[in-house]
Structure formats: structure tokens, C-alpha cells
Antibody, heavy 114, light 107 residues
Framework: EVQLVESGGGLVKPGGSLRLSCAAS????????MNWVRQAPGKGLEWVSSISGRSSYIHYADSVKGRFTISRDNAKNSLYLQMNSLRAEDTAVYYC???????WGQGTLVTVSS | DIQMTQSPSSLSASVGDRVTITCQASQAINNYLNWYQQKPGKAPNLLIY???NLETGVPSRFSGSGSGTDFTFTISSLQPEDVATYYCQQYDDLPYTFGQGTKLEIK
């Protein structure tokens, strides 16, 4: 069974940093592109970033470009999102999702507030 | 970026009703369109992919259609467990944009 488990969320002050992790299991991780999608409280879904299986192709939403960095460690079956210079508008539940979007994690809440 | 205009934003219908949600893309997306159901506190659940293909395990009362820029999601006979918010998403071109969502309630 495919499982994606996010961790690393929490409360951080504006301008601060946070690193999210997504632990994958139940499938061969390395061939699949992976994605981060977020959802602000009471709002819709927003695609954040994608990374190909070998990290050759990386893309970001304009709203996070230059502040967030996606990465992966195929040996550890893990996906990461390093978030720097956080803003109040980055407050959201962050989901990791496998390519095809059939499989999502349960999400981790990031709150940016002073 | 491709804009996805989803309507209506909310919808109230009776059990057994036929329910339709539309999604219009700002440019042709080669039928690279997903439909999701999201219940409160849960991750989105893929229902329809490639505009009209039913995901494995999804009840047949759910269906999708359309091509080019105009797409439709239909529930043929609304059930109480279908109360949720529904989203479309294009994956023809990055960023993979979502519609604004449709909140479906039982009348």
C-alpha cells in the first residue's frame, strides 16, 4: 500500500525557516516525480513545487520561487521542502503527492505568525 | 499560467439529484484534467483523471466529460456521503493549477 507521511510543520515567526519531510513507502520511490501542494485555512488547493525522479527537473510556483527549495533523497525514500523567508500567507496545510496525484499524504500544518 | 474557472462555488441539492460542476480552462489542456473530492480535514481524493476516466474504486455515479477548454463533472444520483468540496486541476502545463472548488451540500 502506498503511504506518504509528512512531518516538520509547526509555528514559525515571519522571516523564519522550516523544513518539511515526506516519507514514502509501499512503492519504488525513485522513478516517480513528487509534488508539494498546499491549502490555506478555508481556501482552495495550490500547487507549490514538483521534482522529477532523479531531481533533474524542478519547478516552483511563482509565489514561493526563490524562498522554497524542493529536494529528495531516493536512498531514504524521502521528499523535502525547505521553506525560508516565511510569510503569513504561507500558512497552510502542506501535502506531498506522488505524480498522477492518486496518492497524497495526510498533510502537515505550517503556521507563520508572530 | 493556465487559469481554471470552476462553477458554481457552492451547490445545494437533494439526495438522488443529478449534480453538475463545470470547469473552464483559459486555454486548451489536451484533456489533462483531474477531478477531486475533498472532505473536511482530509487530503483530496482523485475521482476522475484524463477528464473522463474513473479512478479505480470510485463509484460509477461519478463521471467526467469535456474536451478542449470546457469540462463537466457529474454525480448521477447524489448520496449523503458525497457532501464534500470538489476541485478540478489541469496538468497539461506547469503550474498545475486548480479550480476554486465547489462546496456541495445536501438540501
Amino acid at each position: 500500500e502506498v503511504q506518504l507521511v509528512e512531518s516538520g510543520g509547526g509555528l514559525v515567526k515571519p522571516g523564519g525557516s522550516l523544513r518539511l519531510s515526506c516519507a514514502a513507502s509501499g512503492f519504488t520511490f525513485s522513478p516517480y516525480s513528487m509534488n508539494w501542494v498546499r491549502q490555506a485555512p478555508g481556501k482552495g488547493l495550490e500547487w507549490v513545487s514538483s521534482i522529477s525522479g532523479r531531481s533533474s527537473y524542478i519547478h516552483y510556483a511563482d509565489s514561493v520561487k526563490g524562498r522554497f527549495t524542493i529536494s529528495r533523497d531516493n536512498a531514504k525514500n524521502s521528499l523535502y521542502l525547505q521553506m525560508n523567508s516565511l510569510r503569513a500567507e504561507d500558512t497552510a496545510v502542506y501535502y506531498c503527492a506522488r505524480s498522477g496525484y492518486r496518492n497524497w499524504g495526510q498533510g502537515t500544518l505550517v503556521t507563520v505568525s508572530s | 499560467d493556465i487559469q481554471m474557472t470552476q462553477s458554481p462555488s457552492s451547490l445545494s441539492a437533494s439526495v438522488g439529484d443529478r449534480v453538475t460542476i463545470t470547469c473552464q480552462a483559459s486555454q486548451a489542456i489536451n484533456n489533462y484534467l483531474n477531478w477531486y473530492q475533498q472532505k473536511p480535514g482530509k487530503a483530496p481524493n482523485l475521482l476522475i483523471y484524463d477528464a473522463s476516466n474513473l479512478e479505480t474504486g470510485v463509484p460509477s455515479r461519478f463521471s467526467g466529460s469535456g474536451s478542449g477548454t470546457d469540462f463537466t463533472f457529474t454525480i448521477s444520483s447524489l448520496q449523503p456521503e458525497d457532501v464534500a468540496t470538489y476541485y478540478c486541476q489541469q496538468y497539461d502545463d506547469l503550474p498545475y493549477t486548480f479550480g476554486q472548488g465547489t462546496k456541495l451540500e445536501i438540501k
